[in-house]
């Protein structure tokens, strides 16, 4: 009985472990600091520069800011730019350089727009957090000495996805608490971010990863988990993802694993790659454009059978060749995008010829969005686009 109103030790809570193994890639390799951004050069000397001039001594008495340095001053940020760029990325290194591991939880509050955009969050949780005065600066468990400024900071992702009112109310949060209170906005388009809540941040433009930035990445990542990668797949990587870092990691972790449940384990190949991607082989793609009329040998490329294949005589031959392709299951949308860049692309088809089938490419695109049938616009598309070149 003693021991039953013996007073117990309080439970520690332990820390979910992560299994390495089992991480997805794009978080296991997400930059820790903000050197580890690839590309976005300007971003990262800006923000960089802010992280020296932090690097001071404050002083607190009574939870009030008694001195604070000028040059250590961090604006409000509005990050716009693609998917996959390291938009959120870069913020998230920049507030663990800032606060550390022991003082993040408690100075940062990230939401995701998409899932908390309506006016009622930015009037409770946005304005409960963002009211609240930062609490002095601790010692790190790590060792390690942070900055600590005297302010948080709060991340909205995807605040382009915020409602009108939503942002409107955000404005005004943003200039009563800014003493104490940072905020980042991270969109993929600027233009949906209203123009008062714009003004109010220094706008910073993420762009597309270019080769060597990605070519670098992915060939440290592919290094650090043993997986031998070829030239041929890394430029595959490049051209399926456009720009997309997060989306290129994903294609190779995919691949690697693919490659694995072989026994023995495969090589990665090109194929693979555009394959998991969900991109029509470059081969369907050629064969399709030769019956069509376009003469793909001229343009460096192969037919299905790796021979050049005649023009369709009338419209039982192209029907019969768009069946052959929708039965694979390919995606509309991917092949009038890969058919337009071959004619774009194309050395001997006329400016006139690329003109027409350009436009025949835009009226697809728009009926494929409103929901029309993908078999009926792709024979249409091929009727037009013989028709056009005849």
Not at 190 to 195: G, N, Q
Not at 216 to 236: K, N
Not at 287 to 293: K, Q
Not at 335 to 364: G, M, N, W, Y
């Amino acid at each position: 009985m003693d021991s039953f109103f013996k007073p117990q030790a309080p439970r520690v809570p332990q820390k979910h472990a992560v299994d390495p193994q089992n991480q997805p890639w794009v978080e296991k390799y997400r930059p820790k600091t903000i050197d580890d951004v690839s590309a976005q050069e300007h971003t990262v000397a800006v923000l960089r520069k802010t992280l020296t001039s932090t690097n001071v001594k404050f002083i607190w008495m009574n939870v009030d800011l008694v001195k604070l340095n000028p040059s250590s001053q961090l604006p409000h940020m509005l990050f716009y730019g693609p998917p996959g760029t390291g938009k959120t990325s870069t913020i998230l290194a920049l507030s663990r350089q800032l606060f550390g591991p022991d003082n993040f939880r408690s100075r940062v509050l990230e939401l995701n727009a998409s899932d908390e955009r309506g006016i009622s969050i930015v009037r409770e949780k946005i304005k409960d957090f963002a009211r609240q005065t930062p609490r002095a600066q601790k010692v790190s468990s790590d060792g390690k000495t942070y900055p600590c400024p005297p302010y948080k900071i709060i991340i909205l992702d995807e605040a382009d996805s915020m409602t009108q009112d939503a942002q409107a109310a955000l404005r005004r949060i943003m200039e009563t608490y800014a003493r104490i209170t940072r905020f980042c906005l991270v969109c993929n388009y600027v233009t949906r971010i209203i123009e008062p809540l714009a003004s109010r941040c220094s706008k910073f433009r993420f762009k597309p990863l270019d080769p060597s930035s990605t070519t670098g990445r992915l060939s440290q990542i592919a290094s650090a988990e043993h997986v031998p990668v070829s030239d041929d797949v890394i430029q595959a990587l490049i051209s399926t993802s456009q720009g997309d870092l997060r989306r290129s990691i994903t294609y190779l972790q995919s691949a690697s694993r693919l490659s694995m449940s072989s026994d023995p384990p495969s090589e990665i190949t090109a194929s693979d790659i555009q394959e998991i991607a969900g991109v029509v082989p470059d081969t369907v793609i050629s064969g399709f454009a030769a019956t069509l009329g376009i003469d793909v040998a001229t343009n460096g490329a192969m037919d299905v059978d790796g021979q050049t294949q005649p023009k369709a005589k009338g419209f039982d031959g192209v029907r019969t060749k768009v069946k052959e392709i929708i039965r694979e299951g390919y995606s509309a949308s991917q092949i009038l995008s890969q058919l337009h860049d071959l004619v774009i692309e194309h050395p001997t088809l006329t400016a006139r010829q690329k003109a027409r089938c350009a436009l025949i490419f835009a009226e697809a695109d728009k009926a494929l969005c409103d929901g029309a049938d993908e078999e009926l616009w792709i024979l249409e598309v091929a009727l037009r686009v013989h028709k056009a070149l005849s």
